[in-house]
């Protein structure tokens, strides 16, 4: 049974930089594909950023592009999000997800990933 916990969400003042992290068990994410997802209240949940399973390539959306990083360490089966120069619309509740299909079509898709985590809370104060 796969299970994400997410865990280094706070509140931070805008500017500041927080570190989300991802901790993965039951299986190993060597070839899993990893994102960040997160939703806002009132919003739909939104694609933050992946990091592929077979060469580690990155995507970001164009709102967060430049500012996080994705990134993991496989050996310890964690996935992280380096976070930085954070603004008040960043606040939301944060997202891991996992896929280890062979082909994702298409990545920013929640409908994608097979497995999630409970999330962690994200508070960016003006």
């Known amino acids: 049974q796969v299970q994400l916990v997410e865990s280094g969400g706070g509140l931070v003042q805008a500017g500041g930089s927080l570190r989300l992290s991802c901790a993965a068990s039951?299986?190993?994410?060597?070839?899993?594909?990893m994102a960040w997802f997160r939703q806002a209240p009132g919003k739909e949940r939104q694609y933050v950023a992946v990091?592929?399973?077979?060469?580690?390539?990155?995507f970001y959306s164009d709102s967060v592009k430049g500012r996080f990083t994705i990134s993991r360490d496989i050996a310890n089966d964690m996935t992280y999000l380096q976070m930085d120069s954070l603004k008040p619309e960043d606040t939301a509740l944060y997202y891991c997800?996992?896929?280890?299909?062979?082909?994702?079509?298409?990545?920013?898709?929640?409908?994608?990933?097979?497995?999630w985590g409970q999330g962690t809370q994200v508070t960016v104060s003006s």
């Open positions: 997800a996992a896929t280890w299909r062979v082909y994702v079509a298409y990545i920013r898709r929640d409908a994608e990933y097979d497995h």
């Open positions: 039951g299986r190993t994410i060597s070839s899993a594909t």
């Open positions: 990091i592929t399973g077979s060469r580690e390539n990155t």
